[in-house]
């Protein structure tokens, strides 16, 4: 069973805090990604990685940075964490044999953001 | 470029009726389809997908779904709805050419199971 686990279930910081969001998967999977998930907006990509060292912008990558220094590990930063970037994160990761590959989730990190 | 709409964010339906969750796509590319399962404070799971075999693409837990062409869509069945069912649905799209590994994911529809 593909296992993703994240750091943490749920986070509180303090505004301009420095955040680390950190995804773990155990299947080898070159890809990973980033998301946050608000209500009635579904996920929406921070940041994707096919690679080691390997970074793609997604759809909302202001304020945030990643870092990918080994295949199985994919962070996320929150440089000066805002009360607008309080949301659920999920991580995912994936094969990149076929495009129909699935992505397997991890449970989410709840970030508060005060 | 590619996009999804799940036409409904909340769909309320009965113990043992059907279940219908709605979803259009667009795509540059001939695409991938994928159905996720999000439980409460769970993460997503896949429930099916279509990746250019059968038309027609059986899940887990009962579910189906229809790719039509014609008609951009790629709606979610199931004959019988449980309790067990309550959960939030996403539709995602992904090319299957063009060299983008990323999937777009629709806003997400709330089924919600009424006893």
């Known amino acids: 069973d593909v296992k993703v686990t994240q750091s943490s279930r749920y986070l509180v910081k303090r505004t301009g805090e420095k955040v680390f969001l950190e995804c773990v998967q155990d299947m080898d999977h070159e890809n990973m990604f980033w998301y946050r998930q608000d209500p009635g907006l579904g996920l929406r990509l921070i940041y994707f990685?096919?690679?080691?060292?390997?970074?793609e912008k997604g759809d909302i990558p202001e304020g945030y940075s990643v870092s990918r220094e080994k295949k199985e590990r994919f962070s996320l930063i929150l440089e000066s964490a805002s009360t607008n970037q309080t949301s659920m994160y999920l991580c995912a990761s994936s094969h990149v044999k076929g495009f129909g590959e699935t992505q397997y989730f991890g449970p989410g990190t709840r970030l508060l953001v005060l | 470029a590619q996009s999804v709409t799940q036409l409904d964010s909340h769909v309320s339906v009965s113990e043992g009726t059907p279940v219908l969750l709605r979803c259009n796509y667009s795509?540059?590319?001939?695409?991938?389809l994928f159905w996720y399962v999000q439980h409460p404070n769970k993460g997503l799971q896949l429930l099916l997908k279509y990746t250019s075999a059968a038309t027609l693409v059986k899940g887990i837990n009962g579910f189906e779904a229809e790719f039509k062409k014609s008609e951009t869509s790629f709606h979610l069945t199931k004959p019988s709805a449980h309790m067990s069912d309550a959960a939030e649905y996403f539709c995602v799209v992904r090319p299957r050419s063009g060299g983008s590994y990323i999937p777009t994911f629709g806003r997400g529809t709330s089924l919600i199971v009424h006893p």
């Open positions: 990685s096919y690679d080691v060292k390997m970074k």
């Open positions: 795509s540059s590319y001939s695409p991938s």
